[in-house]
């Protein structure tokens, strides 16, 4: 059983960066970031490989946005730069068995929590 934590959301004016951290406990193999806004479905952001050679994003976030994986440490972190008020969403960690770095949610079979991410215009 792998269980996942994530920190690092917040409060951030438009144009502003924050950085994501996910710790998971138990050995992962692909990782990804999800989002869910108010009202929407929950969709892909971010995905990363085993071992972080392949990475896969959202055409909304393409260049402002970077995953990285340290499993050294058991974590997948996510650097989020340039964000915007659309931006604003739950932002969900999750594992995977898998080696590659999908972007299709039902390949993730472990899910942490959530955390907050509120971009003000």
């Known amino acids: 059983q792998v269980h996942l934590v994530e920190s690092g959301g917040g409060l951030v004016q438009a144009g502003g960066s924050l950085r994501l951290s996910c710790a998971a406990s138990?050995?992962?193999?692909?990782m990804s970031w999800f989002r869910q806004a108010p009202g929407k479905e929950r969709e892909f952001v971010a995905a990363?490989?085993?071992?972080?050679?392949?990475?896969s994003y959202a055409d909304s976030v393409k260049g402002r946005f970077t995953i990285s994986r340290d499993n050294a440490k058991n974590t997948v972190l996510l650097q989020m730069n340039s964000l915007k008020p659309e931006d604003t969403a739950v932002y969900y960690c999750?594992?995977?068995?898998?080696?590659?770095?999908?972007?299709?949610?039902?390949?993730?079979?472990?899910w942490g929590q959530g955390t907050q991410v509120t971009v003000s215009s």
């Open positions: 999750a594992a995977g068995d898998r080696l590659g770095a999908s972007d299709r949610r039902y390949e993730y079979d472990y």
């Open positions: 138990g050995r992962t193999f692909s």
């Open positions: 990363i490989s085993w071992t972080g050679g392949r990475t």
